[in-house]
């Protein structure tokens, strides 16, 4: 099991003591977010399907052929044939711990994926630690617009229509004992 450090605001910590945050979205970093999405475009809809993405977790090589350490890579299920794209270690793997900076609480990372930001799930709002339940938002489009809204905030005006490439990152929160 590897460690990695994440960063979470104040209000997200509370979040995650009181058990209502199991998930986070990050922006996927150093790769070209148009070439996922013309590695994933539906012919029929002309968008992006993340569905259509087949993330893997392994070792991987550089352009010289030589093993480098393990790591995420992509690839189209649609025509595997035209090889993966390497993403890098991302916030690591199923089985992996995140390391919540300042504080004492660790994560077992339970499942990783890859989507568009506003592929988001009322129900996934919550699980970011926005609410504890959906009958919080009244009107539903209430949650949407509120996590737009921190969405922009936290990367900058707009970011939000920019509609990125982001790491899903679901979890659970161990102790120092190892139990849940």
């Known amino acids: 099991m590897k460690e990695?450090?994440?960063l979470f605001s104040a209000p997200m910590i509370?979040?995650?003591?009181?058990g209502h945050k199991t998930m986070t979205?990050?922006?996927v970093k150093g790769i070209?977010?148009?070439?996922?999405?013309?590695?994933?475009?539906?012919v029929e809809t002309e968008t992006?399907?993340?569905?259509?993405l087949d993330l893997l977790y392994g070792p991987s090589t550089d352009d010289d052929g030589k093993r480098i350490d393990e790591q995420w890579l992509v690839r189209c299920t649609e025509c595997p044939e035209e090889g993966v794209l390497t993403m890098g270690q991302g916030y690591g793997q199923v089985g992996d711990a995140l390391v919540v900076e300042g504080t004492e609480i660790k994560l077992e990372i339970t499942d990783v994926r890859l989507e568009k930001i506003r592929d988001i799930?009322?129900?996934?709002i919550c699980k970011e630690g926005l609410a504890g339940s959906i009958y919080e938002f009244a009107p539903v489009q209430a949650g949407f617009k509120f996590f737009a809204a921190l969405w922009d905030e936290i990367?900058?005006?707009?970011?939000?229509?920019?509609?990125?490439?982001?790491?899903?990152i679901e979890f659970k929160r161990v102790d120092s004992e190892g139990y849940y």
């Open 4 to 6: 990695f450090p994440i």
């Open 155 to 168: 990367y900058g005006s707009g970011s939000w229509d920019e509609n990125p490439w982001v790491w899903v």
């Open 48 to 52: 992006p399907n993340s569905e259509l």
């Open 25 to 27: 979205r990050r922006i």
């Open 121 to 124: 799930t009322l129900g996934e």
């Open 32 to 42: 070209d977010h148009d070439l996922l999405d013309m590695m994933c475009e539906d």
């Open 14 to 18: 509370q979040s995650l003591l009181d």
